[in-house]
């Protein structure tokens, strides 16, 4: 069975799952990585989400406030061997009600061409490809979306 709990970046299942995502993201990345690493600090993050199957953690994700009226979506990961069961689109719908319930309508985020498996996850759920925004503007492995939910 699966369930989902709100929480923070200070949560040990959030901060391991995290930490197996900075793992497989500087192998993905390589030499690129300490480009992102920079944009990808989770400690003061007030918004995680923990999807847990069976007591186990399976599934997190983040989001950081932008703009007044945007908010990123940060931290997503689902480890190996849980993946393709859907529970990416499970954290992602979670992040999306509590966006809601922040008053936050627009939804942005930034992934990377070598996950590939992220770009179709977001696209299947409703994200559109904007031009890179912020920090992202100008690199050519980055890849940004954008969903409005109002």
Same mark, same amino acid.
């Given at each position: ?13 959030? /901060? ?6 900075? !793992? ?9 990585? $300490? ?5 990808? /600090? ?25 703009? /007044?009226?945007?908010? $990123? ?7 190996? $061997? ?5 529970? !990416? ?9 509590? !966006? ?17 498996? !992220? ?32």
């Amino acid at each position: 069975m699966m369930h989902c709990i709100r929480t923070d970046s200070t949560h040990a299942d959030f /901060k391991k799952l995290v930490t197996e995502l900075d !793992a497989e993201l500087r192998i993905r990345d390589g030499d690129e990585s $300490e480009f992102y690493e920079q944009f990808n /600090k989770s400690d003061s993050i007030k918004y995680a989400v923990v999807i847990y199957q069976d007591g186990i953690p399976v599934g997190c994700g983040a989001l950081r406030p932008y703009t /007044k009226d945007s908010i $990123e979506v940060k931290r997503m990961y689902v480890p190996l $061997e849980h993946r393709s069961k859907g529970i !990416a689109s499970l954290v992602v719908n979670e992040l999306e009600k509590w !966006a809601i319930e922040l008053g936050f309508y627009h939804l942005i985020l930034e992934t990377g061409i070598r996950q590939p498996e !992220a770009i179709r996850l977001y696209t299947k759920n409703g994200y559109n490809s904007i031009p890179n925004y912020g920090q992202y503007e100008g690199v050519s492995s980055s890849v940004c979306f954008e969903k409005h939910l109002k």
